[in-house]
């Protein structure tokens, strides 16, 4: 069943169509590929009775089709509510804890079709870009077991790279869906902010807190393009979303900003994998441009650090409050909470105000570019005992995240940007490259990964 489990997921939609493929084939080789792989990697947990999800298959069999993922397999990443399924969101705290309703994004895939076989795994609370928490254990890169699989969306990235999902959900708020990508070889898209709407929560508050955003993951664009119009439902903006294989390379004019002036420290090889891909685009047609940095890196750190401090501390502080429950965080969520109860208001202002320069500077170059690039990662897959690496060519990172500095500019604003695959390194380890727009450029954005993997189909050259 090796083949039916490399197909991408429209394709394993079309042949349930046609009646090709029963729903039940296709579960019955998704459980048998997870129960041959998982073991390995540890990508997908809280994994339901096989003859439960065989019932399942069964039913969807002898059911209506209710859209085009019907009775596609998916595990949804362990931060997003399943009904009936374990939510644990990687903490102890809620280790025993099953979602009473489904998420609204979960709805809108259960309502085409989707069969819910478990979930991937993620750090606890989402935090830090190394997918291992103490109810679930530690997520391997497949390909090389010893290595992190990136995060949040890690089990996710893997579960793609290693064919026991066709497509998957994620979320971003520090490059959750691009850092993971990168790092397994597939495709990872962040929408614009609030295309996806935020699932209200009793902690979520609905007009401060615009950094995280939920988004689609696959092993090609159009699998992307197809998941994230059933995450959002109807939305004009999308109505391109369509037509993304119409689209080509050619004269587009696309800026490189590499390590942002040497501001962003990079491993050996990383930019050099980085500009063989740009070398790549400039032979399909594009027009690559290297970009100064275009504004002080120092600058977008200060406004990351205290927004995503304060939005944290929001969403945890109940938690931080009881003492019986704080001793259960772990010291990354720590951290970030006491910075964000630290910060006054004056702070957040003048962090929100920074931002505010960012995109006003980044529209002008929209102004003259169709898209801007930037390195998905700035290290390689680092060994999966580290917590987080704590230095990059000998320059010391002062925080667990500051090594991922690189995906800031995007999340601050919450623009449109997908992780490309683009090659692998001297080790064997993949990289990818994050190629982003203006707000509601994510049909566009699309348009080009998509014609980016006419060329370069890598997830399909190197399986893990």
Not at 184 to 210: C, H, K, M, Q, S
Request: hydrophobic share 45%.
């Amino acid at each position: 069943m090796i083949d039916l489990l490399d197909k991408e997921a429209l394709d394993l939609s079309r042949a349930l169509v046609k009646g090709t493929l029963s729903a039940q084939d296709l579960m019955a080789a998704t459980l048998d590929a997870i129960a041959d792989r998982n073991p390995d990697v540890n990508a997908i947990v809280s994994l339901g009775e096989r003859s439960v999800l065989m019932s399942a298959a069964a039913a969807a069999d002898a059911a209506p089709r209710r859209g085009w993922l019907h009775g596609i397999p998916m595990a949804i990443k362990d931060l997003a509510d399943v009904e009936g399924l374990p939510s644990t969101y990687g903490s102890p705290l809620f280790r025993d804890h099953i979602a009473p309703k489904d998420c609204g994004m979960v709805a809108n895939l259960r309502a085409s079709g989707a069969i819910f076989i478990g979930k991937t795994n993620t750090p606890e609370f989402g935090l830090g870009s190394h997918s291992f928490n103490p109810v679930h254990g530690m997520t391997s890169n497949p390909y090389n077991l010893s290595r992190s699989a990136g995060g949040s969306s890690g089990g996710a990235a893997v579960a793609l790279a290693t064919r026991m999902l066709a497509v998957a959900d994620g979320s971003d708020m520090m490059g959750s869906l691009r850092n993971p990508a990168a790092w397994n070889n597939v495709y990872g898209f962040r929408p614009t902010w609030g295309l996806i709407p935020p699932d209200p929560r009793p902690e979520r508050e609905a007009y401060l807190y615009r950094l995280a955003t939920l988004g689609p993951m696959a092993r090609s664009p159009k699998d992307l393009a197809a998941l994230l119009q059933t995450q959002v439902g109807s939305d004009r903006r999308l109505a391109r979303l369509d037509r993304i294989d119409h689209g080509s390379l050619r004269n587009l004019r696309l800026g490189w900003l590499g390590d942002w002036d040497g501001a962003f420290p990079m491993e050996k090889g990383v930019l050099e994998t980085c500009t063989a891909a740009l070398k790549d685009m400039e032979r399909a047609g594009a027009r690559v441009e290297a970009v100064p940095a275009p504004m002080e890196a120092a600058q977008l750190w200060t406004s990351w650090l205290r927004l995503r401090q304060f939005e944290i501390a929001g969403l945890k502080r109940a938690i931080y409050d009881d003492p019986d429950k704080r001793a259960f965080l772990k010291p990354a969520a720590l951290w970030e909470v006491e910075h964000g109860l630290a910060l006054s208001a004056c702070d957040v202002h003048e962090a929100s105000h920074l931002r505010t320069v960012w995109r006003d500077v980044v529209m002008t170059l929209f102004e003259q570019y169709d898209a801007l690039i930037l390195p998905s990662a700035q290290v390689w897959p680092f060994d999966k005992t580290m917590v987080n690496p704590t230095e990059i060519s000998g320059k010391s990172m002062d925080t667990y995240h500051r090594w991922m500095e690189v995906v800031i500019p995007v999340s601050l604003l919450g623009l449109p940007a997908i992780s490309l695959p683009a090659g692998f390194g001297p080790d064997g380890l993949p990289m990818g490259v994050q190629v982003f727009g203006p707000p509601d450029s994510d049909a566009h954005i699309l348009q080009i990964a998509q014609s980016w993997h006419r060329c370069n189909p890598w997830p399909q050259l190197r399986r893990a």
